[in-house]
């Protein structure tokens, strides 16, 4: 369900797995050879800290194209002026919308793992980041509710962890991810108001999912711009 790569080894073991086919497993995995490269940037929880050391480099020596992109796209910034309190940060650019592809794949395989259910013709599946001042507002919403059933899980010392709600309908759920202890990303680095640490996957019925997305997600203040950015210390 989540790439090896984004663990260090020693918390590889007993990741969950579910049955997957092969096309839709070669697209998974070309998401997570970017992702795993990528995220670890916007991370300060140790586990990406070490991650990014040990690991990041190896694989950036084996993508120039990748490695030239994120170069070229780093901006530093001086955050506090001239003060003894300036902190710098560097911002690398992310293909949001992979992010959200990759949600999309590992919220479906969550809703089989956790409640033995399958998508089928008439249902759908969205992924998005929302910013951390909406998020909260919509955790209160949603995950305050009563549900059907609900899973809480960390994984690899807070590499990952996912929250999970099964709607009234056995197809419809919504899931929380956080990252690395919650990466930072931001569409605009010169607005740090609008940081989000937070991606959110919807299952279901057609016609929910698409009412979501024309409501909930649809709030310019809500979700990240893409392209994103990673916030690295």
């Known amino acids: 369900m989540f790439a090896r790569e984004f ?3 020693r918390h590889r073991g007993n990741l969950p797995k579910v049955p997957v086919c092969s096309s839709c497993n070669s697209k998974k995995s070309e998401l997570e ?5 990528v995220l670890p940037f916007g991370a300060r929880h140790g586990v990406a800290l070490e991650n990014l050391s040990a690991s990041v480099p190896k694989r950036l020596r084996g993508n120039a194209r990748l490695h030239r992109e994120l170069a070229g796209g780093a901006v530093i910034a001086a955050q506090g002026g001239q003060s003894a309190t300036t902190v710098r940060s560097s911002t690398v650019p992310i293909e949001s919308a992979k992010l959200e592809q990759l949600f999309v794949f590992i919220a479906q395989g969550l809703l089989y793992r956790h409640w033995e259910i399958v998508l089928g013709a008439g249902d759908s599946a969205m992924a998005a980041m929302i910013t951390d001042a909406a998020a909260d507002m919509f955790d209160r919403l949603f995950f305050g509710m009563n549900a059907r059933n609900r899973v809480n899980i960390p994984l690899g010392e807070g590499t990952f962890a996912y929250e999970g709600i099964q709607g009234d309908l056995p197809q419809l759920s919504l899931w929380k991810f956080t990252i690395y202890g919650g990466v930072q990303l931001t569409g605009d680095p010169n607005a740090p108001g609008h940081t989000s640490s937070r991606v959110y996957a919807v299952t279901g019925p057609q016609a929910a ?10 709030r310019r203040d809500a979700t990240a711009t893409s392209p994103s950015e990673a916030i690295s210390g």
């Open 7 to 9: 663990f260090l080894e």
């Open 33 to 37: 050879r970017y992702l795993t490269t």
């Open 209 to 218: 999912i698409e009412h979501l997305r024309a409501t909930v997600f649809s």
